[in-house]
């Protein structure tokens, strides 16, 4: 049982930070349901210049 853990533990350590490297290199689409100029609006215009630069 211990062997299988750390062989799944591994494997799950290799296998997905894959997916997630890719993810850094394509813009991040950001939608927002709301009409333009409310609060939630304002917030999501925000973060996503604060995304932006980092």
Known sequence: MK???IFL???AAIV???PFALAQTRPIRLIVPYAAGGPI???AR???ERV???
Request: charged residues 30%; glycine residues 0%; proline residues 6%.
């Open 16 to 18: 997905l930070p894959a």
């Open 9 to 11: 533990s591994t494997v």
């Open 41 to 43: 609006d304002v917030t």
């Open 46 to 48: 925000v973060l996503a």
């Open 52 to 54: 932006k630069d980092s």
């Open 3 to 5: 062997r299988r853990t």
